[in-house]
Nanobody
Framework: QVQLVESGGGLVQAGGSLRLSCAAS????????MGWFRQAPGKEREFVAA????????YYADSLKGRFTISRDIAKNTVYLQMNSLKPEDTAVYYC???????????????????WGQGTQVTVSS
């Protein structure tokens, strides 16, 4: 079992930045893919970014490249999502997730992930 706890959400003005954190506990995520997804009201949950825990390779939704950066701190068992130049359309609940395998063909799909955090709200005001 892996437990994931997100933090760092909040209210920010358009153009601002936030850094989300996801602390993992339980099984060591050494072979995992750690991902961030988001879900806006009335919309499906969508892929944001992912990182291979062991090698650090990163993957992003095409529309978010250049504004969002995913990283991890192995010593702290924590994954981060740095979000810059935020827009009102980035408003959503952001979820951390863990897939018990390296990043693969379906790692941008919700169904590929085995563990989920409770989510953290990000609201971007115009």
């Amino acid at each position: 079992q892996v437990q994931l706890v997100e933090s760092g959400g909040g209210l920010v003005q358009a153009g601002g930045s936030l850094r989300l954190s996801c602390a993992a506990s339980g099984r060591t995520p050494r072979s995992f893919t750690m991902g961030w997804f988001r879900q806006a009201p009335g919309k499906e949950r969508e892929f944001v970014a992912a990182i291979n825990w062991s090698g650090g390779s990163t993957y992003y939704a095409d529309s978010l490249k250049g504004r969002f950066t995913i990283s991890r701190d192995i010593a702290k068992n924590t994954v981060y999502l740095q979000m810059n130049s935020l827009k009102p359309e980035d408003t959503a609940v952001y979820y951390c997730a863990a897939e018990d395998r390296p990043f693969g063909l379906y790692s941008d799909y919700v169904a590929a992930y085995d563990y989920w955090g409770q989510g953290t709200q990000v609201t971007v005001s115009s």
